[in-house]
């Protein structure tokens, strides 16, 4: 068998996730065509296609027992879907989370390795027994999924071949499935433009300077008496996907402690007593310092509200987009 009857599959395989990656990855192309392309059967097929490849790297024998072309397929796609779930999450345990680049990169990986080793393999089985893809005769083959055909005595049944016509229902339900697979998958490729990478959200933390000169979250301030102030700084991260401007409120509230002084048992009204913006670019922090400190003795807490835009008339911890605070017990 020439050697681009039976690597061929899996060099196409090899050279086509290394294109998705280029076209996905590096580009990072957002043409709906182009992405649908690149994306379905990196998803689809080629995960699951490298492995079979990679397992059984025979033709079907002279009794028909093996995978063929029809089989292979079949199977890549119920393959694919479990093996990119499988790598989604186990990302989600990754600092990226769910998200285009280490979903991406596995994906190409493992198809790429296992289509190495499939050819491998493959170079390993003496030739009359290497498996060569045959399109023409696995698309005239598919017709036989769907009837019962009788059988010579001592020939065997192909694989997907129905013996009775409840398999042919299950052969038609087969089909149904991997049909809704791509078209799941066609659509995914075609919103994946428009989802972020990661939900849109802002951080808001305190952090203040140690002995060592460090700005840290360990060691803010927790007793402070009446008109007493101390450094600190207010740190605003942007990951909104834009420029925001954000309004930040200083606001005091009295608390009544337990007997003990371990349990809030009441919170009291609250006061605004200072305000300001910030404007901070999309993937960017802007640290502000304040000197903040009650204007009361007892034990208070000392919120700082962030609003996106303008902040309302009455602030309060339960209108606030984020919030943070200073807990000042005596």
Do not use: C
Not at 58 to 86: C, F, H, K, N, Y
Not at 149 to 171: C, D, Y
Not at 288 to 310: C, K, M, Q, R, S
């Amino acid at each position: 068998m020439k050697p681009h009857r039976w690597a061929g599959d899996l060099l196409a395989l090899v050279l086509f996730s290394a294109l998705a990656a280029v076209g996905i990855l590096v580009l990072g192309t957002t043409i709906t065509p182009i992405r649908i392309a690149l994306a379905l059967p990196l998803v689809l097929l080629l995960p699951g296609y490298a492995l079979i490849s990679a397992l059984f790297p025979e033709a079907p024998d002279e009794d028909g027992q093996g995978l063929g072309t029809v089989e292979r397929v079949v199977l890549s796609i119920a393959l694919s879907l479990a093996i990119v779930s499988m790598i989604a999450y186990a990302a989600n345990f990754t600092p990226y989370g769910i998200t285009l680049l280490p979903i991406g990169v596995a994906v190409v990986a493992w198809s790429v390795f296992f289509g190495l080793v499939g050819l491998l393999r493959r170079a390993r089985v003496v030739p009359e027994n290497r498996y060569g893809p045959g399109i023409g005769a696995s698309v005239s083959g598919i017709p036989n999924l769907f009837r019962v055909r009788n059988r010579r005595r001592g020939e065997h049944r192909q694989a997907f071949e129905p013996e009775n016509k409840r398999h042919v229902l299950l052969n038609v339900t087969l089909v149904f499935s991997l049909l809704v697979l791509l078209v799941g998958g066609a659509y995914m490729a075609i919103a994946a433009p428009s989802l972020p990478d990661e939900e849109p959200h802002t951080e808001l933390y305190l952090l203040s300077e140690n002995d060592d000169g460090n700005l840290t979250a360990t060691d803010l301030p927790t007793n402070l008496s009446a008109g007493e102030t101390a450094p600190i700084t207010v740190g605003i991260e942007n990951h909104e996907g834009e420029t925001q401007t954000y309004t930040t409120v200083v606001y005091q509230q009295e608390v009544s402690l337990s007997d003990d002084g371990r349990t809030v048992e009441n919170v009291g009204n609250g006061t605004e007593f200072d305000r300001f913006e910030t404007t901070v670019e999309d993937g960017e922090t802007e640290r502000t310092a304040y000197e903040a400190g009650p204007t009361t003795d007892g034990d208070v807490y000392i919120w700082f509200l962030l609003y996106h835009g303008d902040a309302p008339e009455n602030p309060s911890p339960d209108t606030a987009d984020e919030t943070t605070r200073l807990a000042l017990i005596d």
